[in-house]
């Protein structure tokens, strides 16, 4: 069967600091990735997803940047955090063969606060 | 590109009453349409979803609805139970999209 890990679960980093989050899909193939954010009370905003090995579609333009260097690793990076990004960091999988029609399986979370 | 409103943003229910949250969407090309629960500080489930070809869908207490027409979907949960309470999102996708798009969120609080 297919997991996701998302690591670390917490994080608290001051400002100007650098930024690494990594997610791992296990079980699958070729699979989608998604990176989201989520502010406080607030709702799912889609930063990057990647559909294989080094394409890398951004959807926010902001101080965040993606890599895929494997087919089952997805990091989001920073080189200089921003109060602003601090919030619930969402990775997802989908096996949709490119098309984003089959259900999201999302990590367990990592909350950053940017202090 | 799509865009998918979600009303109402809270939602509280007395236990065993009926629960019902709308969402509109705006590319008529959408053909997949899911619904998300988040539970406090957790991730987002899938636990329901329906295709364009379909009208209804049912699974338990769970239900969606989806009028292609009007271009809204709807989530229905009956006989709500307080670990329904939750945030609920939902989302759709048109042909040929890579990502989902996800409506704001309803807050529903179910009272014992």
């Known amino acids: 069967s297919q997991t996701i890990h998302q690591w670390p679960a917490t994080l608290v980093q001051p400002v100007g600091s650098p930024l690494s989050l990594e997610c791992t899909v296990e079980g699958t193939s070729n699979p989608n990735l998604y990176w989201y954010r989520q502010a406080a009370g607030r709702g799912l905003q889609l930063l990057f997803y990647s559909v294989g090995i080094g394409q890398i579609s951004s959807e926010v333009p902001q101080n965040l940047s993606a890599s895929r260097p494997q087919d089952r690793q997805f990091i989001l990076s920073s080189k200089k955090l921003l109060l602003s990004d601090s919030g619930f960091y969402l990775c997802?999988?989908?096996?949709?063969?490119?098309?984003?029609?089959?259900?999201?399986?999302f990590g367990s979370g990592t909350r950053l606060t940017v202090v | 590109g799509e865009n998918v409103e979600q009303h109402p943003s809270t939602l509280s229910v007395q236990e065993g009453d009926s629960a019902v949250i709308k969402c509109t969407y705006s590319?008529?090309?959408?053909?997949?349409f899911p619904w998300y629960k988040q539970e406090l500080g957790k991730r987002p489930q899938l636990i329901i979803d329906i295709r364009s070809n379909v009208g209804e869908k049912k699974d338990q207490r769970i239900a969606v609805t989806l009028n292609k027409t009007a271009k809204h979907f709807s989530l229905h949960i009956t006989e709500t139970q307080p670990e329904d309470s939750a945030v609920y999102f939902c989302?759709?996708?048109?042909?040929?999209?890579?990502?989902?798009?996800f409506g704001s969120g309803t807050r529903l609080q179910v009272q014992p």
């Open positions: 989302a759709a996708s048109p042909t040929g999209r890579r990502a989902l798009t």
């Open positions: 590319d008529s090309a959408s053909n997949y």
């Open positions: 997802a999988w989908t096996d949709g063969q490119g098309v984003a029609n089959y259900g999201y399986t």
